[in-house]
């Protein structure tokens, strides 16, 4: 018998803020919620740049307003969020990838979930060139002791928000004004700086969808309306 793939829907916003970014993810998980079949959800999968910006998870308590502050006058906006995890940046040259599922046409499982983002990115890397990309006890996707993929995530009831943000060709200064995700004594990298040659987000984009669409056993089609039009 053949089991049919679910349907991811690809947005692709480009580059705009963290706000229209988060207001869209809200938008998007939110604009099926209701149905009571749950095989009638929508899924995304959203693609974009943000302009730089810090910011802060759930869990992470002990950044004040003057640590604000602080970074606000690196010229970055400062973002409190609900995803899982602890201070990150997300900037120019960083792919942020914010899938939208609802987990039940897939595998009702966060641990499953995470393990699967994990995989994709892992697999993206080794489509690029970097072959020792690798999951470690800290979070996040690790080239020896440099991250080059944050994750964090949200669920709720199922649906799934925020995601991971791969660092393409990000300035990676902007990493040297936090302790990025708490793990202190480890640096950030990038597929650029691993490779020793510039990779842009359209090549990122085109390896990390064609894992995806395999980790997930998917099927994956471009947005077509004017989704994005109205959250800018």
Known sequence: MCVRQPLVTVVRCGLHSYASGLKLQQLLAKSTQNLDDFAEFRNYIVLQEHDPVYTIGIRTKNYTKEDEDRLRKLGAEFHRTDRGGLITFHGPGQLVAYPILHLRQFKPSIRWYVAS?????????RQLGIPDATTTQDTGIWVGDHKICAIGVHGSRYVTTHGIGLNCCTDLKWFEHIIPCGIEGKGVTSLSKQLGRHIGIPEAT??????????????????????TRDIK
């Open 117 to 125: 983002l994990e995989r994709t990115v892992i697999e993206t890397c």
């Open 206 to 227: 085109n390896a990390f969808l064609s894992s995806f669409a395999n980790i997930f056993k998917c099927r994956l089609a471009e947005q077509a309306d004017a989704v």
